[in-house]
DNA sequence: CTCAGCTCCTGCGGGC
DNA sequence: TGCCCGCAGGAGCTGA
């Protein structure tokens, strides 16, 4: 479900309900997701305060008081309720709009205050992990990541260098964490289509004043997305990962058939399958 | 090393 | 109504 905007989305959900307090209950409902969870992850969470909640490409760290640091990585599905005091007092009550969601709930934190988290993964390709926080850019999952692409790493000239030589479609090559860490699907497509480059082209025959526009591009519309996705936190005081208003803000992803909106553009958007997943792109304005 | 394809998992919507 | 198919926002692993 989630890239870089609604994970930050959800860590800025997260943020005011956990940092400085105790998690008082974990409750963990089966032996892992995607891989199994940690050895004893319940008892090294139990009695802990989470001290700051950081994010790092599409995974949450939370460090924790005992010097560990919890990783959350959401996968396809994830998402994360923020339950109060008041709201629905037992486990498995009717917290969604579709109660059999609940079955999903696989992890659970109740917090000083009586706030619980629920962390719910339909498809199970999320993770949760723990790892001491002095060494957590060593994580496995962490080790190889290339820069924030809202970060001072990334620029024209590193994007130019990193697509230089490479045989394959700037589609996957966004996609690849290792060169730009925390897109997706979604974003990707967006970025390309506002630059008016194909999905298709190879990344190592972009020019490098290509390449570097794509640079702006992508920084501009994580940002109007997280903006979005804040926006929606207000009104509804979840942290799960539900797209923002922003997926109204669509110019490319998921409107197969529809006008394109590029100024002057009088082509369609067309929706073609790439390394197994879509890309949607303007035939005619992205080239 | 690079790259394409497969894989994990569940639910939903469309076509028949 | 039911069944089958394709599709879904991720990304690690395998093998060429």
Redo the contacts with the bound molecule.
Sequence with gaps: ???LP?VETVRRGLAPAMEGKTILRAEIRRDGL?WPFPPRLAERLTGQRTLVMRRR??YILSDLSSGETLLW?L??SGRVLILDGDGPAQPGSFHYA?P?LA??DHVELTLEGGTRLIFND????GALDLAPTPRIDDHP?LANLGPEPLGNGFDGAYLAAAFAG????VK?ALLD?RIVAGL???YVCEALHRTGISPKRKA?RLSAARAASLVPAIRNVLTEAIEAGGSSLRDYRQAD???GYFQHRFQAYGRAGKACTQDGCSGQITRI?Q????SFYCPTCQR
């Design positions: 479900m989630p890239e609604e995607r490409a599409k990585h996968g396809m579709h059999h079955k999903h339909v498809r199970r390709f999952l490479r045989n394959t479609p996957a964490q997706g699907n979604i190592g990962g539900e797209l399958v390394s197994g997943r879509s």
